[in-house]
């Protein structure tokens, strides 16, 4: 089905304003100072280090702005569990169990499997109390956020009138006034050259930079080192065929149908017919067709003698499943019960999962596993040769066969493109005194997701202020950009103004005739489409103006206006369903909003970049 909101999210939000109908957002300013403790805010009686903030954004680089998000978002969880603690909100034991008994995952054939619970805890470096800690947080998080669902309301003439002004349809055509088009007009001699470098010397000064030499040890260099033999995983084919290739099974049945409101008595009925029925087939099995095409109540199958075909695992209904992927071909069960009433299955046939097509997808699950066991004892070797051998790598590579890597020049306001070096904590150590000054290697840097970095610098380039010669045409660049910018607007605004009033100007370079809806926006801008509809319908032609993050100026002239084709049923039905939602997280916000008085927030002494930690 067409899914008309979220190829429409740009008109909804055009309508609707800039979707303010998200969480309350909580800039540094709103937040009360405090000294006490080097913490970096303080919710209520909970207390947000920085190593929890490292931990959200899991190692990943991350900019002031980026940061700032991610301890908002910590701030709105710690006022939704302080406002669920203090309402007597628990999670029980059961709650837990069966959360992380159904995370796919830990899960073998369908069940939770304790050794792949195991598995996952060791690639992660994680221990069960604390897993099961963030899991409960979880819970508690969403049951506080479940409280919201479904709590918008919206009538149904709002949604008529949505959809109309979606629908709206207007011919436009484009005028777009460049900075580059006014570069002419501003000054980039020499004189203007020499004040604007004089006037920004700061922004001018070369960071300091570093070269780093460096090994990774990760769970996928660790599995590389390993072997698997033929026998290991051979004998890991036999026992997981069925989830390995997508084994399929062929089964036929014979079903008794029972009604979900049955009675006890009617129930033991039916099932004492399914078990006589089963005397039969193990008297004479070859009836089993025969007695399916005139016994069983299944429409789709019966006229077949109870032929199901070829299905996977996992498609039936779950003990139906769990029987058939148990048998041997050409045996029959005994009878099962599920949802629909009592069953008794013949398994006919088995598709096997080619060996050859995922003998090598099972050598590399196989080494991984391996590897999930050994990574520990080489992340502690790795600690112990690092060390020991502060002056090299050279000790590294040979002890653990790690491959020694370089980088390019590195500061900390320019980050690399390669991910693990673009990790802030690789940074903090490549410009630690222990690894700058004293030339050490660092100690293992953990980035997340099992992998650890050994650095040492190559080089050193201290910060140095650049000369104009070097920087020139990067202030030619920004002149133009910035004061051409200015020159567009002011271009743009007066030939709005003309326009608007009717007055005969010079033939403006119009752009070719396009059709623009809130729901088709085409190419245009979110700002570009709200002005186009910010105008009045009448008279026509009609103008409107829009000013670019890029210092473009464009201006539309409007020459018509349609109704458009009218929403249907199921683009109604989304619409509704998405301003219920944006209604309901609207709610959140204003609760997210008290609990903020509620529960004052205070920053620490320690800021979101700082390098230290307590």
Do not use: C
């Amino acid at each position: 089905m067409f899914d008309f909101v979220q190829n429409n999210k740009i008109a909804i939000q055009v309508i609707l304003g800039a979707v303010a109908l998200t969480f309350v957002g909580f800039g540094v300013g709103s937040y009360s100072s405090a000294v006490e403790d080097p913490y970096l805010a303080k919710v209520g009686s909970a207390k947000i280090y920085k190593r929890d903030l490292d931990r959200l954004l899991e190692g990943q680089p991350s900019d002031a702005a980026t940061r700032q998000q991610a301890m908002d978002d910590l701030i709105r969880q710690n006022l939704l569990l302080a406002a669920a603690h203090d309402g007597g909100a628990v999670v029980t034991p059961e709650q837990l169990r069966k959360v992380i008994a159904g995370i796919t995952e830990l899960q073998e054939n369908g069940q939770f499997s304790a050794a792949r619970y195991k598995e996952f805890l060791a690639a992660r470096n994680m221990s069960p109390e604390a897993f099961e800690a963030k899991i409960s947080r979880d819970i508690m998080l969403q049951n506080q956020i479940n409280n919201f669902a479904g709590t918008g309301f919206v009538s149904r003439s709002m949604v008529e009138r949505l959809g109309s002004l979606m629908a709206e349809e207007r011919q436009v055509r484009l005028l777009l006034l460049k900075p580059a088009d006014f570069a002419a007009q501003v000054k980039t001699d020499d004189k203007a050259l020499q004040a604007f470098y004089d006037a920004n010397a700061k922004r001018f000064r070369s960071a300091e930079a570093v070269k780093l030499d460096y090994v990774v040890l990760s769970p996928q260099a660790v599995a590389a080192g390993l072997a698997v033999s033929d026998a290991e995983v051979k004998q890991y084919y036999e026992q997981h065929k069925a989830e390995l290739a997508g084994e399929e099974r062929r089964a036929s049945h014979i079903l008794l149908t029972v009604p979900k409101d049955a009675k006890p008595a009617d129930k033991a009925k039916v099932k004492a017919e399914a078990e006589a029925l089963l005397k039969q087939l193990r008297a004479d099995p070859s009836k089993f067709a025969d007695i399916a095409k005139a016994k069983s109540q299944d429409p789709g199958s019966a006229a077949n003698g109870g032929d199901l075909g070829f299905f996977a695992h996992g498609v039936m209904v779950k003990p139906f499943d769990d029987v058939v992927f148990r048998m041997q071909p050409g045996k029959i069960s005994e009878v099962v019960e599920t949802e629909f009433g009592y069953h008794i299955i013949k398994l006919d046939e088995i598709k096997q999962p080619d060996f050859a097509a995922v003998k090598s997808a099972v050598e590399a699950k196989l080494k991984q596993q391996k590897a999930a066991g050994q990574l520990r004892s080489m992340s502690d070797k790795l600690a112990e040769v690092a060390y020991q051998q502060a002056d090299s790598l050279k000790g590294v590579q040979d002890a653990l066969k790690l491959e020694i890597k370089h980088s390019d020049w590195l500061s900390r306001d320019k980050k690399p493109a390669d991910p693990a070096l673009a990790n802030a904590k690789v940074l903090d150590a490549a410009f630690s005194d222990d690894v700058l000054k004293k030339k050490h290697n660092s100690e293992p840097v953990d980035i997340g997701g099992g992998n650890l970095l050994v650095v040492r610098v190559a080089d050193h380039q201290p910060a140095r202020q650049q000369t104009l010669a070097e920087v020139r045409e990067q202030i030619k660049a920004e002149l133009i950009a910035t004061e051409g910018a200015k020159l567009a607007e002011k271009q743009g605004q007066a030939l709005l103004a003309q326009l608007k009033a009717g007055k005969a100007v010079d033939a403006p370079k119009w752009g070719e005739l396009q059709a623009v809806s809130r729901r088709n926006p085409g190419a245009l801008p979110t700002a570009d489409v709200r002005a186009v509809f910010a105008v009045a319908a009448s008279p026509l032609p009609a103008f409107a103006g829009s000013k670019h993050d890029n210092g473009d100026y464009a201006i539309y002239q409007i020459a018509s206006v349609a109704a458009g084709a009218p929403v249907n049923d199921a683009e109604r039905a989304q619409l509704a369903a998405a301003m219920e939602q944006m209604s309901a997280r609207n709610q959140l916000g204003s609760y997210l909003e008290t609990l903020r008085q509620k529960y004052p927030i205070k920053m620490g002494k320690q800021q979101l970049n700082d390098q230290s930690e307590q």
